[in-house]
């Protein structure tokens, strides 16, 4: 379901960050966010300041987890893991998102709840949630500080027998004629370091299974070192297409016809298959359940893509 507006009514002039605090049980950082996101009107209009005093009729708009019924795969008083499915946000973009996983991931554990990283919307796999707020910060800490090893999955196009290493730097591109969020190469950007190593090479897609290890974890990394070794992954609608497919996909204007034939696949083929981290003493290995590698026929045979080789 998303966010709703709910219908409230204030007799006297009241701070609105304390009105929120006392009507909807929340601390006084929760009630500041709300005002911040603009997500407070008052006789139709948005309160901009927390400690605005208001009065009259007031509108909340409030989140209302709506399960579609994903379940964690491994939970614990302090966490749990779910296995994303591609196509599902992780937190909703605006207050007209319908849904995202975090509506499931609240209705399963309480409006505490949280993802504790980003995973993209069409990258499938393992995603981390904290329960609560303590374990919330300790997570995040723990994230930031790098005691967290991920893995991923990925199909590439081409072949590659022989484990790699990406060592390039990158940065968000300020280039808007292009794409604006696009993450780019560049000698002035952030450390970045990927360890590959293949798997199997399919012949008659053209394709090879990897396995990734980031060792820093830039936005994109694992998308765009590929990208920048000749060997996208299949599916990328960003990187590995021209500029003005990728134009079209962030426009949700490109068919699907398009879709299949400059990205080769229907989705990203990008997928989060481990996590290994310790917490509270214990030492966690954890493993999607999902059976990426038959994805590999939904690619569309190299003779019948677009070569990306050039771009």
């Keep these: 379901m998303g966010f709703i507006n709910r219908d409230y009514f204030a007799k006297e002039p009241i701070p609105a960050f304390l009105f929120l605090m006392r009507q909807l049980g929340v601390k006084q950082g929760e009630a500041q966010k709300i005002v911040a996101t603009g997500r407070l009107v008052v006789d139709g209009e948005v309160v901009r300041h927390s400690g605005q005093r208001i009065e009259g009729q007031i509108q909340i708009k409030v989140f209302v987890p709506e399960t579609r019924g994903e379940r964690p795969i491994f939970t614990t008083p302090d966490f749990g893991i779910f296995d994303k499915p591609s196509g599902t946000l992780v937190h909703p973009t605006t207050h007209r998102t319908p849904y995202s996983l975090l509506d499931d991931i609240r209705h399963i554990y309480g409006e505490e709840a949280n993802a504790i990283h980003r995973i993209d919307m069409e990258t499938s796999g393992l995603l981390l949630v904290s329960r609560n707020k303590?374990?919330?910060?300790?997570?995040?800490?723990?994230?930031?500080?790098?005691?967290?090893?991920?893995?991923?999955?990925?199909?590439?196009?081409?072949?590659?027998?022989?484990?790699?290493?990406?060592?390039?730097?990158?940065?968000?591109?300020?280039?808007?004629?292009?794409?604006?969020?696009?993450?780019?190469?560049?000698?002035?950007?952030?450390h970045a370091l990927t360890h590959f190593e293949p798997i199997e090479y399919d012949s008659i897609h053209d394709a090879t299974l990897i396995h990734a290890f980031p060792h820093t974890g830039r936005q994109h990394q694992i998308r765009v070192h590929l990208f920048h070794v000749k060997h996208p992954i299949i599916g990328d609608p960003i990187y590995g297409v021209p500029t003005e497919i990728a134009i079209k996909y962030l426009d949700k204007v490109l068919t699907d016809e398009e879709r299949l034939y400059y990205m080769g696949a229907k989705r990203l083929l990008l997928h989060a298959q481990t996590l290994c981290f310790e917490y509270g003493g214990t030492t966690y290995h954890l493993s999607s359940r999902f059976d990426f590698e038959s994805l590999k026929e939904m690619i569309v045979k190299s003779s019948e893509r677009f070569n990306a080789i050039d771009i």
Excluded: C
């Design 134 to 190: 303590r374990s919330e910060r300790s997570l995040k800490m723990m994230f930031e500080g790098r005691g967290v090893k991920k893995s991923y999955l990925a199909w590439v196009r081409g072949k590659i027998d022989k484990p790699f290493d990406v060592d390039v730097p990158l940065r968000q591109n300020n280039d808007f004629s292009t794409i604006k969020l696009k993450m780019i190469v560049h000698p002035e950007g952030k």
